[in-house]
């Protein structure tokens, strides 16, 4: 027998076309009540039933693009991102860090407990809720922080609660690792840099649900910003690395990195680039620059209007850049001693190039660390007077204070890095991600929410261009660095270290020098690279510029940015420094370059192998060469 039709059919057709926008009335109704207390601002608009079909293609879109990468890498070798994400690693770390600080006690947890009850009963009152509730208070929320800067971070209580409850234990645990007692500086150091890893990673900003701007952005597009953002991440998680700007916006030698000049000369470790006059006459001495081979050299030829290179030689400088080479298996067995070496070959090669008896010479970060151990080995064997100034660019000689970057530096973290190593050298990926943590905020979770979360085009920068252009590291030469100098600090210890057999003392280097700090430096912070004057022989000047660790030293007068102060009367500290400093605003540049011409202001025409590549001078390429491109 025939069952009796249903009252929502008939027996000629399925659902009744009433019915079913009822049903779809009622899913929208219930939609609405779900979303309605988590929308960022009143104004916001719940899903729209119609859209669910969108809704359902965007989820359908992300589960394939996992499922697509699971079967991708399985089987691979483990990805960069993951090793450095090693989950026993971090849980080990997480409950040192715990134990370090007083969370479990009894009396922490209830003043932890009676502060968020007062601080709630403050956000609701202005919400007019809760036993402190009032008419509406215009009056600013307790807390703020840029992060938290949108105006619907503060519309509804929920997302007002959420970030000042955050803010709140913030601030609780950021006191209690400072106060942490019974622990070595270093330890305690350690323990303060975790706390800030953690604090960072858990802002609400970072997370989907509990980030208003997320979820109106998601409810607007309907789950598409998801779906971009996983295609950006699944893009970093197969490269291993986070990108921070647009991978197909600059190109070396077209957009970046484009001033004028050859390669003219090249070692298995270096090229050795002169660039073009752009002055009828020049200065005697050239200038020769030795950029850190942890990063790319062009850091200083970023765009004409940033370059510094471009600038010096447009002053009159005759100017020679080494171009470091990305290590890879061949260099397995680099050390130290190889870069000095280097640096006294290129600075060789510079005279006989030109016929001249001394060079300038810069170094910037690690290559002006090992400019100073150069002149020292130069000065031990007699050839001092080949160089004829130096110049320091946030470099450091004396580690005890070298900043945030020194809590990753003990034996345990010494290990770690050793188990990366591959083929004799480290991946230049894990340096980039140790470099970004020292700005989490700034260089991470700004770029997970933007990137990720809100699905946002990259920018064009050419700044973070060139600090994701990684370059990998020779694992002889970071380990002994890392332990000498870092762990050890044995550079300052007279006759404690060799190069190619000849003790080296920092005491005996007399040559001119130009050191130049950045204020806000957490690389090299400024206060250790103030005790290179504590060592010198020689006559030194002292420049403290503004900004940190690249905005300090690329900062192009034409900018109008920040300022530098100098102090020439007698400083034994930087505080002492700090404290008799004339500010100047704008740029130091036009200093050092008046410094430069006070150390020898002859002037000659620029012609015959000035200029690089001309008649009867056989030059191997265009700048900037094929080692600031090899990976």
Same mark, same amino acid.
């Given at each position: 027998m025939a069952e009796p039709a249903s009252p929502t059919q008939t027996p000629d057709s399925p659902l009744d076309g009433a019915v079913i926008e009822d049903l779809m009335r009622q899913q929208g109704e219930a939609v609405q009540a779900l979303f309605a207390p988590f929308l960022p601002t009143a104004a916001t608009p719940p899903p729209d039933p119609a859209d669910l079909q969108h809704w359902a293609m965007s989820a359908a879109k992300l589960q394939k693009m996992w499922l697509d990468y699971g079967a991708e890498q399985a089987g691979q070798v483990e990805p960069v991102l993951a090793r450095m994400a090693d989950l026993a690693r971090w849980t080990s770390l997480f409950g040192d860090w715990y134990a370090a600080l007083p969370l479990s006690q009894a009396e922490t947890q209830a003043k932890l407990w009676e502060d968020g009850l007062e601080l709630w009963t403050t956000v609701l009152g202005r919400y007019g809720m809760g036993p402190a509730a009032k008419a509406a208070d215009?009056? /600013?929320? @307790?807390? *703020?922080?840029?992060?938290?800067?949108?105006?619907r971070w503060a519309e509804q209580p929920w997302f007002a609660l959420v970030h000042q409850t955050y803010l709140l234990l913030s601030e609780r645990l950021t006191a209690m690792a400072a106060e942490v007692k019974g622990l070595p500086a270093e330890r305690q150091q350690q323990v303060q840099f975790f706390t800030k890893m953690v604090v960072d990673a858990l802002s609400p900003a970072n997370f989907p649900m509990t980030n208003p701007v997320v979820i109106e952005r998601t409810l607007e597009s309907r789950g598409e910003n998801l779906v971009k953002g996983a295609e950006h991440l699944l893009a970093d998680l197969r490269k291993g690395q986070l990108t921070h700007t647009d991978p197909e916006a600059f190109e070396l030698g077209r957009n970046i990195a484009v001033t004028p000049g050859k390669v003219v000369y090249e070692t298995p470790l270096y090229q050795l680039i002169q660039y073009s006059p752009a002055t009828e006459d020049v200065l005697a001495v050239p200038l020769l620059i030795f950029p850190p081979w942890i990063n790319r050299f062009y850091i200083l030829d970023l765009n004409p209007k940033k370059s510094f290179i471009r600038w010096a030689v447009e $002053?009159?400088?005759?100017?020679?850049?080494?171009?470091? *080479?990305? &290590?890879?298996?061949?260099?397995?067995?680099?050390?130290?001693?190889? !870069?000095?070496?280097? $640096?006294?070959e290129a600075i060789d090669l510079v005279r006989e190039r030109l016929g001249v008896p001394q060079t300038h010479t810069i170094g910037y970060c690690v290559a002006g660390t090992t400019l100073a151990a150069t002149l020292a080995l130069m000065a031990r064997r007699g050839e001092a007077d080949k160089v004829r100034s130096a110049t320091f660019f946030t470099a450091q000689v004396d580690f005890e204070k070298a900043g945030d970057l020194k809590t990753f530096i003990d034996d345990s973290q010494i290990k770690l890095l050793e188990s990366m190593v591959t083929d004799g050298y480290l991946d230049g990926r894990y340096m980039a991600a140790t470099f970004n943590l020292l700005r989490g905020p700034d260089l991470i979770w700004n770029y997970v929410v933007s990137n !990720?979360?809100?699905?946002?085009? !990259?920018?064009?920068?050419?700044?973070? #261009?060139?600090?994701?252009?990684?370059?990998?590291? +020779? &694992? *002889?030469?970071?380990?002994?660095y890392l332990e000498d100098l870092y762990r050890d600090n044995r550079l300052v210890?007279?006759?404690?270290? /060799?190069?190619?057999?000849?003790?080296?003392?920092?005491?005996?280097?007399?040559?001119?020098? !130009?050191? $130049?700090?950045?204020? /806000?430096?957490?690389?090299?912070?400024?206060?250790?690279?103030?005790?290179?004057?504590?060592?010198?022989?020689?006559?030194?000047?002292?420049?403290?510029?503004?900004?940190? #660790?690249?905005?300090?030293?690329?900062?192009?007068p034409d900018a109008g940015k920040y300022q530098y102060w100098r102090n020439d009367g007698p400083a034994t500290t930087l505080s002492e420094f700090v404290a008799g400093a004339r500010e100047t605003k704008g740029s130091w540049w036009?200093?050092?370059?008046?410094?430069?011409?006070? $150390?020898?202001?002859?002037?000659?025409? &620029? *012609?015959?192998?000035?200029? @690089?590549?001309?008649?009867?001078? +056989?030059?191997?390429?265009d700048a900037p060469g094929r080692y600031v491109k090899t990976r």
């Open positions: 215009p009056a /600013e929320l @307790p807390r *703020k922080d840029r992060r938290f800067a949108d105006p $002053q009159g400088v005759t100017v020679f850049v080494v171009s470091w *080479k990305s &290590a890879d298996a061949s260099m397995a067995d680099i050390v130290w001693d190889d !870069y000095v070496l280097a $640096q006294v !990720y979360l809100l699905g946002e085009d !990259y920018p064009a920068f050419d700044l973070l #261009h060139w600090n994701g252009d990684t370059t990998n590291l +020779p &694992a *002889k030469w970071h380990k002994a210890m007279p006759d404690s270290l /060799e190069i190619d057999g000849t003790p080296i003392d920092l005491h005996l280097v007399a040559t001119p020098c !130009y050191i $130049q700090a950045g204020r /806000e430096d957490h690389i090299a912070p400024a206060e250790s690279v103030w005790k290179l004057t504590r060592l010198l022989s020689g006559p030194w000047r002292f420049v403290l510029a503004g900004s940190g #660790h690249i905005a300090g030293v690329v900062n192009p036009p200093d050092w370059i008046e410094w430069i011409r006070m $150390q020898d202001s002859t002037t000659i025409p &620029a *012609k015959g192998k000035r200029v @690089p590549g001309g008649r009867g001078d +056989p030059v191997i390429e």
